[in-house]
């Protein structure tokens, strides 16, 4: 059962623009939320996480907002660069276990 | 090494053989996760430990996966009598307790 759900297979932004990439979630007990990027051929890489006592994480172009009451939460980068186009993996863990999403695809076009 | 490390980078194998999968963490991570990717999806979990424990084993698919970590440092994956579906890429994670999971690269195993 998909308790982390990444809806949008795939996103296009124009460089310099916002992207936003979505992420839903099942399970009340998740109390900690990541976001992974992945190039080919490589292991995801971590990105930026919130607790789920914050609503918002910053950290330079990249911005976390989490929504406990919608179980949902967004990754914002902006201004986006062609070097973001990689695949974007959600990930929310309670205690030690963590469950990913499916990912979504981001293109960023020159 | 200063990254987490997994031999090999591909393995391809044939139906019905044993193949193990090997995972150097970094150094000082008590923490170490098994997962499987198939084309298109996310990591699904597949196995964590604690040490050289295994605290959770839920998301092993059936008795064929088994993995250990003898010292508490390097851990084996083990799939017996493998099948065409086990095909995926492996990957290994390893944290500090609660932390960030920091992945290797994976092995890409083909079943034939």
């Known amino acids: 059962d998909q308790q982390v759900k990444q809806n949008s297979p795939s996103l296009s932004v124009q460089e310099g623009r916002i992207s936003i990439l979505n992420c839903d979630y099942t399970?009340?007990?998740?109390?900690?939320f990541l976001w992974y990027k992945k190039y080919p051929a490589e292991g995801p890489t971590f990105l930026i996480s919130i607790s789920s006592i914050k609503d918002k994480n910053e950290d330079g172009r990249f911005t976390v907002f989490l929504n406990k009451s919608a179980k949902h939460l967004s990754l914002h980068i902006v201004p986006s660069q062609p070097g973001d186009s990689a695949v974007y993996f959600c990930a929310a863990s309670a205690k030690d276990d963590m469950r990913f999403g499916a990912g979504t695809r981001l293109t960023v076009k020159p | 090494g200063a990254g987490v490390s997994q031999t090999p980078s591909n393995k391809v194998t044939e139906k019905g053989k044993y193949v193990e999968l090997r995972c150097d963490p970094i150094?000082?991570?008590?923490?170490l996760y098994w997962y499987r990717q198939s084309l298109g999806q996310g990591p699904e979990f597949l196995i964590y430990?604690?040490?050289?424990?295994?605290?959770?084993d839920s998301g092993l698919p059936n008795d064929r996966f088994f993995a250990v970590r003898p010292e508490g440092s390097v851990s084996t994956l083990k799939i017996q009598r493998t099948e065409r579906g086990d095909s995926a890429v492996y990957l290994c994670a390893s944290s500090f307790p609660r932390g960030e999971q920091f992945f290797g690269p994976g092995t890409r195993l083909t079943v034939l």
């Open positions: 430990f604690q040490g050289t424990g295994a605290a959770d």
């Open positions: 399970n009340s007990m998740f109390d900690y």
């Open positions: 150094s000082g991570h008590t923490a």
